[in-house]
């Protein structure tokens, strides 16, 4: 074990800090080390300090501990209360396979694509309509099928905006270019989709 800590880090990315900018931080990081075939997540403390060149620097300390990443995970799944109880199940199944194995655009970008699966198949959409259009078609504070007419006009506005805003702001990005994002960036936005898909299926159909 001594041998495998001491061996050169492959890789290693800070995913979680605890008292952030303090002099002492705690850090949970993913790393990987050559001599081990697994990565592991390592908990520690940090103490606030400055290199060489005066520059501000956080040293690793003795206090902490470290797992191999399946079995923090295995942890953590049963001792805590798992996401899937708020999620919306259709995004559990679409999305939390992908989430799980990192592959955060994938995961997000099927959450958001079904809210327009959804409302193309509630209002039977035509072909041309998609995306952030169909989104203000289906919610137009005046006439979308969608719309909640007992809400204040001023708060239709605002929800149409809000879903066809998170819609362009989190989907359309994962589909033209590569967007940089970690576990807990990528689950926010699915619980946003998440949200977001709980209204649409409440909404009743007005023609």
Avoid: W
């Amino acid at each position: 074990m001594k041998n495998e800590i001491e061996a050169k880090i492959e890789y290693q990315k800070v995913i979680g800090e605890v008292n952030s900018g303090g002099y002492q931080p705690i850090r949970v990081t993913r790393v990987k080390y050559k001599a081990s075939a697994e990565t592991h997540i390592d908990i520690r403390k940090f103490q606030r300090g400055y290199d060489d060149e005066g520059e501000e620097k956080f040293f690793p300390t003795k206090i902490g501990f470290r797992f191999l990443e399946h079995e923090f995970r295995r942890v953590v799944k049963k001792y805590t209360l798992m996401p899937e109880t708020y999620v919306h199940p259709l995004i559990v199944r679409k999305s939390f396979n992908l989430l799980n194995d990192s592959q955060f655009e994938s995961a997000v970008f099927q959450a958001f694509k079904i809210i327009e699966t959804r409302i193309r198949e509630k209002i039977s959409a035509d072909p041309e309509d998609v995306g952030v259009k169909l989104i203000r078609k289906a919610f137009h504070p005046e006439n979308g099928p969608l719309t909640d007419y007992d809400l204040p006009i001023a708060e239709r506005e605002a929800f149409c905006n809000y879903i066809a805003g998170a819609f362009g702001y989190y989907k359309n990005p994962c589909s033209h270019r590569d967007v940089e994002m970690d576990f807990i960036s990528a689950f926010e936005r699915i619980v946003i989709a998440s949200d977001l898909l709980k209204v649409i299926e409440k909404s009743k159909f007005n023609k």
